[in-house]
C-alpha cells in the first residue's frame, strides 16, 4: 500500500523557516509527478510546488523566492524548505504524488506562522 508521510510542520515566527519532508513507502514504482499543495481555512487548496522527474521545479508566484522543492537523489524523500515565511503562509501543507498512473496524498502537516 503506498503511503505519503509529511513531517517537518510546526510553530514559527514570522520571518523564520522550516523544512518540510515527505517520505514514500509502499511502492517501487516510478514516481512521475511530485508536489507540494496547501489548505488554509477557509480556502481552497492550492499548488505551492512541483518538481518534474527532471528535476525541474516550478513555484506559485506567492512563494516564489522563498520556498524550495527538491527531493533526494533516490527520488523517494521530497523536501520543501520555506524561508522568510509569512503569517499567511499558514495552513496544512499536503504532499501529492503520481505513481503508476495513480495519484496519492500525504495526510497533511501544520505550518503556523505567527506575525
Known amino acids: 500500500q503506498v503511503q505519503l508521510v509529511e513531517s517537518g510542520g510546526g510553530l514559527v515566527q514570522a520571518g523564520g523557516s522550516l523544512r518540510l519532508s515527505c517520505a514514500v513507502s509502499?511502492?517501487?514504482?516510478?514516481?512521475?509527478?511530485r508536489a507540494w499543495y496547501r489548505q488554509a481555512p477557509g480556502k481552497p487548496r492550492e499548488l505551492v510546488a512541483t518538481i518534474t522527474r527532471g528535476g525541474t521545479p516550478n513555484y506559485a508566484d506567492s512563494v516564489k523566492g522563498r520556498f524550495t522543492i527538491s527531493r533526494d537523489s533516490a527520488k523517494s524523500t521530497l523536501y520543501l524548505q520555506m524561508d522568510s515565511l509569512k503569517p499567511e503562509d499558514t495552513a496544512v501543507y499536503y504532499c501529492?504524488?503520481?505513481?503508476?498512473?495513480?495519484?496519492?496524498w500525504g495526510r497533511g502537516t501544520q505550518v503556523t506562522v505567527s506575525s
Open positions: 509502499g511502492s517501487t514504482s516510478e514516481i512521475t509527478a
Open positions: 501529492y504524488a503520481t505513481i503508476a498512473f495513480s495519484n496519492y
